[in-house]
Nanobody
Framework: QVQPVESGGGLVQAGGSLTLSCAAS????????VGWFRRTPGKEREVVAA????????YYADSVKGRFTVSINNAKTTVYLQMNSLKPEDTALYYC???????????????WGQGTQVTVSS
């Protein structure tokens, strides 16, 4: 298992941009899909975006298509989530984790860290 570490969260105004990073912490993401999930109080984590370790076939939830971009660096050590045109509805605790390609749900991905908070103000 890879225990990634999320960073880059913060407070941003609606319409602004923010980039999150997911680091493999001394390992690589080779062989895995990497998913970005977010959670609000009282709800399970839901997938936002995902990518396989080769960088192919990025996936996006309908709610973020056209606004978010997921990518992985050439060394396969860091996955990024570029978030543009942010909305207050994007406010959540964001996590990244590894798991199987195409099966993007909380049960299939992990392990889970502390996440990074994104807050979008009106």
């Amino acid at each position: 298992q890879v225990q990634p570490v999320e960073s880059g969260g913060g407070l941003v105004q609606a319409g602004g941009s923010l980039t999150l990073s997911c680091a493999a912490s001394g390992r690589t993401f080779t062989g895995y899909a990497v998913g970005w999930f977010r959670r609000t109080p009282g709800k399970e984590r839901e997938v936002v975006a995902a990518i396989i370790w080769t960088g192919a076939l990025p996936y996006y939830a309908d709610s973020v298509k056209g606004r978010f971009t997921v990518s992985i660096n050439n060394a396969k050590t860091t996955v990024y989530l570029q978030m543009n045109s942010l909305k207050p509805e994007d406010t959540a605790l964001y996590y990244c984790a590894t798991g199987p390609w195409g099966r993007y749900n909380e049960a299939n991905f992990g392990p889970w860290g502390q996440g990074t908070q994104v807050t979008v103000s009106s």
